[in-house]
């Protein structure tokens, strides 16, 4: 409110003075009038007196003369006053137009002119069969400099910035700061088929990027830029801003440093990724993730040992969207935690219902193991659903390892200590060392599907899964073989001793009712197990009372 009390008292300032100059101006243009009356009567007799002529002038009359002409002094003074006035306010006005549409750091436009002067630019240039390129252009690692030099020296570097594109900017380039460390640049060009544009965003990335020294720091920056031109289609200005900013959010994704031109397929997968996220979100609200099986099986009596957790997607608007796409985004959307113990907790439930023999595993995203409370919630999340921690065996993958060692060693010691099974998934097609292997007390190495699958053509793989198997014996690690699709595999893993497997050959990853009915089968179910176990014991009480 403190901030409106100047703004309320302008108005009846202004208001006063208009009345103010509007009665000046009367009273002038009232003077001049009588002084026509008064001095084309008054003037004549004051000549005569003068040249001793005539009679005096009429005194009422001279004084009414002199009147007049004080009166005009008077307008004519108010004019002046009013034309210096009149200037002051358009020099206010024109100021005030400049904040609005500058950014006060750097000079250059802001978001708000920089779309109405591209769309300026548009109209004058279509006339002439003229193009223009929208240039959206993002400092990489500008957050950096802030934190460690503070915020004056990223006031500095942005300057320095904005100087450096304005060097490089045709005469008719506009540039913009949109805010924090993003510009943008409007560049028209003849549209004749001669791409200026392209060689004009290599050379930004190039001289932007160049070293610089602020406050005695040297800062090195990079730049991304994404580029859209109407050069195939009419687009407005926000349109094209749309398209570069889908261009820059691309050169970012492959690697930052470099600029991106528009393409539809961006902006589709840009869509197609929106909807995904949001997908994921309601999903998780709607408790839509849900756990499939894919049974493990002891090689050698071919008896049942457990079952690998999968999780699913249940969700009629994006049917097929499988793990491989829908975990990675849940790991960038920072919701791959949330997700993984929504299905866990599920597969827990599940697996209560099993023969208590039976394993279950379950996959850990690298992402996860960056908290350092993981084991402690994942102990919680067992002891809340009443699960043995000895039935479940927990999957991680060699990524895991290269981000932190100390810490993925002290997760793992917490959990076997409790009694739960850690073990490495996808074996050889990461960069673990064998150091690491033997410092990391892993329960079981699973080899990776992809040379398991060339075992049938005797390929390369072949050599790789007989290279890990004699590993896993020297390290005295159980080896599990995953992605056992048919007979032929099967067949060439049997000349080992002592591996589990898993794949395709025992049928596809599924449900839990379907595991119901597998294990009901096999008289493998949790109650199936109890009733076995009462009768066992009245026939060994049986036989006892017989001997
Ligand atoms: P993974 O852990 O290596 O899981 C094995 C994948 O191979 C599964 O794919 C499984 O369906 C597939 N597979 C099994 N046997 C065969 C076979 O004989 N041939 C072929 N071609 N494929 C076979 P799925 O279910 O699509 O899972 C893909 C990946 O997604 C998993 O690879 C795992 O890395 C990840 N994933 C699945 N569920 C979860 C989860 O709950 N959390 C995390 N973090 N990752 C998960
Ligand atoms: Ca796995
Ligand atoms: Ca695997």
């Known amino acids: ?67 007049n002409i004080a009166l005009i002094i008077f307008g004519w003074r108010r004019y002046k006053e009013l034309i210096g006035e009149i200037e002051e306010r358009r020099l206010a006005e024109e100021r005030a137009r400049e904040l609005a549409e500058t ?54 570097l ?17 540039v913009a700061r949109l805010g924090g460390d993003e510009f943008a640049c409007v560049v028209p060009w003849t549209g004749d088929g001669n791409d200026p544009i392209g060689p004009l965003a290599a050379r930004l990335v190039e001289k932007v ?84 099986y894919e049974q493990q099986v002891d090689l050698k009596t071919g008896r049942l040992i457990g079952f690998e957790m999968l999780a699913r997607w249940d969700n009629a608007e994006l049917p097929g969207v499988g793990p491989s796409i829908f975990i990675p985004v849940a790991e960038e959307m920072g919701l791959i935690a949330d997700l993984s113990f929504q299905v866990i907790g599920k597969a827990l439930d ?33 002891v809340q659903h009443n699960f043995p921690p000895e039935r479940l065996d927990v999957e991680i993958t060699e990524n895991a390892l290269l981000e932190n060692v100390g810490l993925v060693r002290s997760m793992i010691a917490s959990l076997r200590n409790q009694g739960v099974r850690i073990s490495l998934d996808d074996f050889g097609t990461g960069y673990s060392s064998l150091a690491q292997l033997r410092s990391l007390p892993f329960d079981r ?29 020297g390290l005295s690690i159980p080896i599990t073989a995953e992605g056992v699709e048919d007979e032929l595999i099967l067949e060439a893993l049997k000349r080992f001793n002592h591996l589990m497997v898993q794949g395709y050959h025992y049928g596809r990853p599924e449900p839990a009712a379907e595991v119901r009915k597998r294990l009901a089968r096999l008289g493998l179910l949790a109650d199936q197990s109890a009733l076995a176990e009462v009768a066992a014991t009245i026939e060994e009480e049986r036989n006892r009372k017989q001997a």
């Not at 403190?2 to 006063?16: F, I, L």
């Not at 942005?158 to 506009?174: Q, Y």
């Open 1 to 67: 409110m403190a901030g409106m009390a100047p703004h309320q008292g302008r108005k009846p300032d202004r208001k006063v003075s208009a009345d103010r100059d509007v009665v000046a101006l009367g009273i002038a243009a009232a003077a001049i009038i009588l002084f026509v009356g008064t001095g084309g009567a008054a003037i004549p007799q004051i000549v005569r007196s003068l040249m001793g002529e005539g009679q005096k002038p009429d005194v009422l009359l001279v004084n009414a003369m002199l009147l």
């Open 103 to 156: 950014d006060p750091l750097t000079g250059c436009l802001n978001r708000r002119s920089i779309g109405q002067e591209t769309d300026r630019l548009i109209e004058a240039h279509h006339e002439v069969g003229g193009k223009v390129a929208f240039l959206m252009i993002d400092l990489d690692n500008f957050k950096q400099v802030n934190d460690y030099y503070g915020h004056s020296s990223g006031d500095r």
């Open 158 to 174: 942005l300057t320095t910035v904005s100087e450096r594109i304005s060097a490089l900017l045709p005469r008719d380039g506009i």
């Open 209 to 292: 990027s160049m070293p610089v020294r602020i406050d005695d720091h040297p800062v090195e920056i990079t730049v991304s830029i994404g580029i859209a031109t109407n050069e195939h289609e009419p687009l407005d200005s926000s349109q094209l801003m749309h398209n570069a900013d889908v261009a820059m959010y691309h050169a970012k994704k492959l690697g930052k440093n470099r600029c991106c031109w528009f393409e539809q397929a961006l902006e589709n997968a840009l869509r197609t990724r929106q909807r995904l996220e949001q997908g994921i979100r309601q999903g998780l609200a709607k408790s839509e993730f849900v756990p499939f």
């Open 350 to 382: 599940d697996a209560k219902d099993w023969n208590p023999a039976l394993t279950l595993s379950v996959n850990i995203s690298p992402f996860q193991l960056r908290d350092p409370w993981f084991s402690q919630k994942l102990l919680k999340l067992l």
């Open 445 to 473: 190495l699973k080899i990776d599907r992809s040379f398991v699958s060339e075992l049938r053509e005797n390929g390369s793989g072949a050599k790789i899964v007989d290279a890990i198997v004699r590993l896993g014996d």
